[in-house]
């Protein structure tokens, strides 16, 4: 079965605190997203990467960057976290258009 | 208009009853059709997985397609109560590689009442 773990169920920051969220999954996926999720608005992308080192913004990429150093591992960074990037946030992975995803990381910024 | 619509629910029906949840789309290069499970608090979960036109059975689920209405539908046959929770429909036009991603429909809430 396809594993993705992601570093923290559930996180508590700091306005202007950087926050890291790592991703890491064990099928070889060529493919890693970062989403968003949030009552009546859905999930939503913010970055994705198709290549160790390759990324690209998803439709929602303002105030975060994203470092694939390793094809198994995504992290998703919060550069100054500001309380309305509190959210859920989950990861996915695939090889081709099935994404699996991650538990999710419920973040909370005060 | 948005790509793809889902009612949000939430759907209450009784332990056992026929279940049916749907999307449409407007995007006639979707393709690729996807239902995904979430339970609160939880990663969404892949349930099923079709291409193109027509229908795909697993177990008590049923996903149909039907491109030329662009609509989509998942079946869940004798209800439980597990099977409370969110399912969003997910479609992808990608010929490729998978990595243009999946456009998300909100999702429906459904409650199966014991």
């Known amino acids: 079965d396809v594993k993705v773990t992601q570093s923290s169920r559930y996180l508590v920051k700091r306005t202007g605190e950087k926050v890291f969220l790592e991703c890491v999954q064990d099928?070889?996926?060529?493919?890693m997203f970062w989403y968003r999720q949030d009552p009546g608005l859905g999930l939503r992308l913010i970055y994705f990467?198709?290549?160790?080192?390759?990324?690209e913004k998803g439709d929602i990429p303002e105030g975060y960057s994203v470092s694939r150093e390793k094809k198994e591992r995504f992290s998703l960074i919060l550069e100054s976290a500001s309380t309305n990037q509190t959210s859920m946030y989950l990861c996915a992975s695939s090889f081709i258009h099935e994404q699996f995803f991650g538990p999710g990381t419920r973040l909370t910024v005060l | 208009q948005k790509e793809v619509e889902q009612d949000p629910g939430p759907l209450s029906v009784p332990e056992g009853a026929i279940v049916s949840l749907n999307c449409t789309y407007s995007?006639?290069?979707?393709?690729?059709f996807m239902w995904y499970r979430q339970y609160s608090r939880k990663g969404p979960e892949l349930l099923m997985y079709?291409?193109?036109?027509g229908n795909k059975e697993d177990g008590r689920f049923t996903a149909q397609v039907d491109k030329s209405s662009k609509y989509i539908s998942l079946f869940i046959r004798d209800s439980q109560p597990s099977d409370s929770a969110t399912y969003l429909c997910?479609?992808?036009?990608?010929?490729?590689?998978?990595?243009?991603?999946?456009?998300f429909g909100k999702g429906t809430h459904l409650i199966i009442q014991p």
């Open positions: 099928m070889d996926h060529e493919n």
């Open positions: 079709t291409y193109s036109s």
């Open positions: 997910a479609m992808s036009a990608d010929s490729g590689g998978g990595a243009d991603g999946l456009t």
């Open positions: 990467s198709y290549d160790v080192k390759m990324k």
């Open positions: 995007n006639s290069a979707f393709q690729y």
